[in-house]
């Protein structure tokens, strides 16, 4: 034991003298990654107002916003984020409707959004700590761990595992929370893009003892036109959907778009299955649902209609989407209509406004009528 303790010594002492030595050696190269990296951020200022109906006071805030970001160059494979995001009041309609209360929209005024070391290799990739993830239903920031692989002709598989996350723009800022308790949740995603024009993107997530749902998505692009074909399922373990409410769901999607000259247009339908729906599937992000608000989407035998336009003007590029969603045993409606304008004032500066109108014709909801206006301007560099 003792002879065995004195060549660790001797080991750590070695490897420290080598560790020593390749710092000092690399210690230029190190400083040289931070010169040569990339600061990026943002000034924003954002405002919305929404019109109630059926007695319900209106609501509405201000807010301005900085974020400041840093990204190392690579060194030796390595590079490293830092994101910084902060938020100031600029007004609010009624008491809380910005801070401080139970349906306040910014839990905070600062928030270190992104804050990872990555790894990089030809063909891999592994991101660890906070970071911008957007898969079909995993999205915001998250910490987590994450490795891409590209070695596979074709296809690029992702890896990752999320424990955390947080919401964060210039129309509200979360604190990061857990996700499925301290338990998270883990991700495979599979995207394939062999054949021309299509692609493959097959997943699984799983919630230790909460869900697990899988599912593909199908994407054909050609000249002429798009097709969208989306299905996932979800299987809830059985105590926690006792516990929560939630059962057995599954999702169905399928879009038409096409594109001409500067004239974009789609039309889709979205289904839930009658007994579970899909609502526990967006417990970190999702990607369906069209709409800016879509309370219903989600919910049990849910049945979406939509069709969206699109057009390009002077630089300015208008949409305007409408849908209908019929839901519960009822066969209740909630109705959207979201048009949008966007100008790009600048290459870095550019001003959006959108305009939406949600009514929901069922009894147990607290309003029926959501007519609001959400503008922003915002600067990058």
Request: charge should be negative; hydrophobic fraction near 35%.
């Amino acid at each position: 034991m003792k002879n065995l303790l004195s060549d660790n010594k001797i080991s750590l002492v070695a490897c420290g003298l080598i560790l020593s030595s390749s710092m000092m050696f690399a210690a230029d190269t190190i400083n040289s990654a931070f010169k040569d990296g990339k600061a990026s951020g943002s000034l924003a200022l954002y405002g919305e107002k929404h019109d109630y109906k059926d007695g319900v006071k209106d609501s509405g805030f201000g807010n301005g916003q900085a974020t400041v970001a840093f990204e190392t160059a690579s060194f030796y494979g390595f590079n490293a984020k830092a994101e910084f995001k902060g938020n100031l009041g600029l007004g609010e309609i009624e008491k809380y409707d910005r801070d401080g209360g139970p349906d306040s929209s910014f839990a905070n005024n600062s928030l270190m959004t992104e804050a990872y070391l990555k790894y990089a290799m030809e063909g891999f990739s592994v991101t660890a700590g906070r970071q911008a993830i957007d898969l079909e239903w995993l999205a915001d920031y998250n910490e987590a761990i994450v490795a891409a692989i590209t070695v596979i002709p074709d296809t690029t598989v992702v890896l990752g595992y999320t424990q955390r996350k947080a919401e964060s723009g210039i129309d509200l800022s979360e604190d990061f929370h857990d996700i499925n308790g301290n338990k998270g949740v883990y991700v495979l995603d599979v995207k394939y893009a062999g054949l021309e024009s299509i692609e493959f993107n097959p997943y699984v997530y799983s919630a230790p003892d909460a869900v697990d749902f899988y599912g593909l998505k199908t994407t054909i692009t050609t000249d002429y036109f798009g097709v969208i074909a989306h299905y996932a399922e979800n299987s809830v373990d059985k105590n926690f959907g006792a516990a929560n409410g939630y059962e057995d769901g599954s999702i169905g999607h399928l879009e038409l778009n096409t594109t001409v000259a500067d004239i974009s247009a789609a039309v889709g339908y979205i289904k839930t299955d009658k007994d579970g729906g899909a609502a526990i599937m967006t417990i970190a992000g999702d990607n369906i649902s069209p709409f800016d608000t879509g309370n219903r989407t989600y919910d049990p035998d849910a049945r979406t209609i939509y069709g969206s336009l699109g057009y390009t003007v002077l630089d300015v590029e208008l949409g305007a989407l409408y849908g209908v969603t019929t839901y519960g045993t009822d066969d209740s409606k909630e109705k959207e209509l979201n048009l949008t304008a966007s100008y790009p004032i600048t290459e870095s500066l550019t001003a959006a406004v959108l305009y939406g109108d949600v009514n929901e014709d069922s009894a147990d909801v607290d309003f029926k009528d959501d007519k609001y206006v959400l503008a922003s301007v915002e600067y990058t560099f």
